[in-house]
């Protein structure tokens, strides 16, 4: 079974805080899930190969070509983020 | 004009009997008298469809020709994009997200003269099966407002029941344009993994959604169908394509397969007799019955969750308060920035869902869940491939049971997850798959599940106007 410090470990992974009422709840619910998955243990899949698509595409090619967008196109997108300055998304530090 | 399926209204535009600026007026009286109780909106978009229709009524006082779809409303689900319309997909994190630009399928749409009456309510990122797990309130199913609609399009298909919209698109990763159609009483169609480009589609998991449409009549439906599809330089998994009728169906030529597996324990009884009944009719109308077995369907689910959660953790990886939507920023770093915006405005159900896929491909686990399900889905392909060698369509119910009530299955996920038992397995292969109604008990509808061999809609469609000929 899925462990409180494992939960808090995947979390961290996949960059969600998390209050401890709700690392308690999660860890019932994950473990819930995780077990409903030990079903696959039943199939044996020693000789079959994984599917990664449905259609068996590979290699879609276009021209490298310069496309026009429209002009305020770049502005758009960034009137849809919560902080930028001059034209850049602007970013708390790293360090 | 409730009633109208699209050729008529077509004819009915053509011939002047009414302009598209009253069709669309109708529609838009309707949401507005219905949708405070129904909720199948998130955002009504009626001053956008009275402009779109303006256009349609002066290209016919010009004399111009116009297409089938012209005059048509619309009903978009909120995880498609239309331009300068908000785009929520659900959520909290994107409440106030405005669509820089229309997805493939609404242009495409937009340019055959469809109007957009409104963005239509889900579960949030498409994650459930029932709209409870959206952001912005439950959307109620039109035969009985204590119980849900379906979902993850089950605004778009109440929409449609309901007159609101005449047809809607919704988007389907493991049912959800089919249980909401089957909910609602209405058509819904999931199409072979390729033939819709998914350009403007919000992501939820890569390897199995697929845009569709959702109408009163399989007719209608397929009207939609061959707007939208094709390939699109925009999204590389879009197959060159295109649609054809059948126009020289028989049914006597058509071998049915039906699974005993979607026939199994947990089948309410009532809806097996009707699915049942359904297949019948077209048996005593000279189609072949046989039985057939997909032995690795019974593992569909769970390699379907391990699949969807891992493909939901990278896709959602891009909602982290910096490129888009809302940010929760008081700390002093970067991570606190994306702990603090994912932990508050994401929802239980898409950060369960993260974390589950986030597990799953992690370090040590990767081979027992991620690689293990891509090869039972393996196992499944080829278990429809030998079913295929001897059957045409393979049929069965959509859900093991009717709508339920709002509530009843939010306690605890796995029982929500299990509302997906008969609808994932064609994701996974990238099979199409229609829903339509075949009937109703307790007042309630229920539907048909006829799923196809790949790029076969046009049989899908052409079983299903036989099926609502013969009711």
């Known amino acids: ?95 | 004009m409730d009633e109208l399926t699209i050729r008529q209204l077509h004819e009915k535009l053509k011939n002047k009997e009414f302009s598209a600026q009253e069709i669309v007026e109708s529609f838009l009286k309707n949401i507005e008298q219905k949708d405070a109780n129904l909720h199948a909106f998130i955002t009504p978009t009626g001053e956008l469809a009275l402009a779109q229709a303006k256009k349609v009524d002066e290209k016919i006082a010009r004399g111009e020709e116009i297409s089938l779809l012209a005059g048509v409303p619309c009903a978009v689900k909120d995880s498609i994009l239309v331009e300068s319309v908000r785009c929520t997909v659900g959520s909290k994190i994107l409440e106030n997200y405005i669509a820089p630009y229309d997805a493939t399928v609404v242009r495409k749409l937009r340019d055959e003269g469809a109007v957009f009456v409104g963005k239509t309510n889900l579960d949030e990122f498409n994650m459930g099966a029932s709209t409870e797990n959206s952001a912005f309130g439950v959307t109620k199913n039109p035969y009985d407002l204590t119980r849900v609609a379906g979902g993850s399009s089950g605004g778009s298909a109440a929409s449609v029941a309901a007159n609101e919209a005449l047809v809607a698109l919704g988007a389907d990763t493991g049912g959800s344009i089919r249980l909401p159609a089957a909910f609602c009483g209405v058509v819904g169609l999931k199409p072979t993994y390729g033939t819709v480009s998914r350009h403007g589609l919000i992501a939820m998991a890569s390897s199995l959604d697929q845009i569709g449409p959702i109408a009163k009549t399989a007719e209608d439906a397929e009207a939609v169908f061959e707007a939208i599809c094709g390939r699109d330089a925009f999204d590389a998994t879009s197959l060159a394509y295109q649609y054809e009728s059948l126009y020289d169906f028989d049914v006597k030529n058509l071998r049915i397969g039906v699974a005993k597996e979607f026939f199994g324990e947990g089948l309410m009884p009532k809806i097996a007799e009707l699915v049942k009944a359904a297949i019948k009719k077209l048996e005593t109308a000279g189609a072949t019955v046989r039985e057939i077995s997909l032995p690795h369907a019974k593992y569909a689910l769970a390699a379907y969750y391990i699949i969807n959660t891992s493909e939901v953790s990278a896709n959602l990886a891009r909602f982290d308060g910096i490129r888009y939507g809302k940010s929760a920023s008081r700390g002093q770093n970067l991570l606190d920035v994306y702990l603090q915006s994912r932990g508050k405005y994401l929802g239980a159900e898409v950060k369960r869902r993260i974390m589950l896929g986030t597990y799953a491909l992690s370090a040590g686990y990767y081979d027992a869940y991620y690689l293990k399900a891509q090869k039972v889905r393996t196992l499944l392909q080829q278990d429809f491939a030998a079913a295929f060698a001897d059957v045409d369509v393979i049929m069965g119910p959509p859900s093991p049971f009717l709508p339920f009530k709002i509530g009843e299955r939010t306690e605890d996920p796995l029982t929500m997850y299990l509302v997906d038992l008969y609808t994932v397995p064609v994701n996974l292969v990238g099979l199409p798959a229609l829903s339509l109604p075949v009937g109703y008990t307790q007042e309630l509808p229920v539907g048909l599940q006829i799923i196809g061999k790949p790029l076969q809609e046009n049989l899908l469609f052409a079983v299903a106007k036989d099926l609502e000929k013969l009711a």
């Open chain 1, 1 to 95: 079974m899925i462990s409180p410090k494992e939960v808090r470990h995947i979390a961290k992974l996949a960059r969600i805080g998390l209050s401890d009422l709700e690392l308690v709840k999660f860890q019932k619910e994950l473990a819930a899930v995780l077990d409903y998955f030990e079903i696959l243990q039943e199939v044996d899949v020693s000789s079959v190969a994984p599917m990664t698509h449905a259609v068996p595409l590979a290699n879609v090619h276009r021209p490298d070509e310069t496309k026009t967008k429209a002009n305020d196109m770049a502005s758009r997108l960034l009137e849809m983020a919560p902080e930028t300055k001059d034209g850049y998304l602007k970013v708390k530090p790293i360090l």
